[in-house]
């Protein structure tokens, strides 16, 4: 279905007051204090799969009433057109009527199995680097230039694989063909890993929590906002590669 020129000029108008009754809706609950509802979340797919989905099912195990959905995406999420509620982001929007705020840094290594490590020639400087193969996104499709790591780290280094998921690239390390930059949340937890270089190698970036002006009024989306940021904050070392 393709919506007429008529429907397109109506959508905001509409989409405005959608978000209006569901600030109604829950004004008119009064004093219950139970978050009921449903709730759309889009992140990374590293962040999603590997750190957010183990404290969401907290979160609801708190608020039973709420539904929620994850989108641990590895292409870019649109919160104009509703694709998402709150949006965990690598860049901050500037523009657009958005309510953002920094979320957490984390840090990301270079990571290979155990057993590429044996046997392939050692590593002791970054220098060592340009004589190993690595694993890397698919240029051309990326969402973010924020995950073009090697680009700035090692741009003339031999990439052997490359993909648009993270997690293939992650499996991929696993099978001891391929060195690979990884974020520590998902690498370090996993006892097939081992970071390389960790004090000399190391890549820094940010997320950042937004949503829509007009959903910011909604209970639930505060709640999980707040609960987000404490969670961050709690999981810093893990989210800096400090375990």
Sequence with gaps: FVLTGEGKALLPQVDALESKMLTVHELFQGDNKV???????????????????????DFQQRHTQLQIDLLPLPHFVSLSKREADLLIALERPHQGAYVSAKLCDYHLGIYASADYLTSHAPIKTPEDLADHNFVSYVDNLTFSHQLLYLDTLLPSVNVRFRSTS??????????????????????????????????????????????????????????????????????KNLLLGKM
């Design 35 to 57: 978050l009921s509802g449903h709730l759309r979340v889009a992140c990374t797919e590293a962040f999603g799969s590997f750190f957010l989905v183990s404290h969401l099912a």
């Design 166 to 235: 993270v997690v293939a690239q992650a499996a991929y390390v696993q099978t001891g063909q391929a060195l690979g930059v990884l974020p520590c949340f998902l690498a370090d937890p996993n006892p097939r890993m081992v970071r390389v270089l960790p004090e000399q190698v190391q890549i820094k970036r940010s997320f950042w929590l937004c949503c829509r002006e007009d959903l910011w009024e909604l209970q639930r989306i505060k709640v999980l906002w707040q609960y987000l940021c404490d969670v961050a904050t709690q999981e």
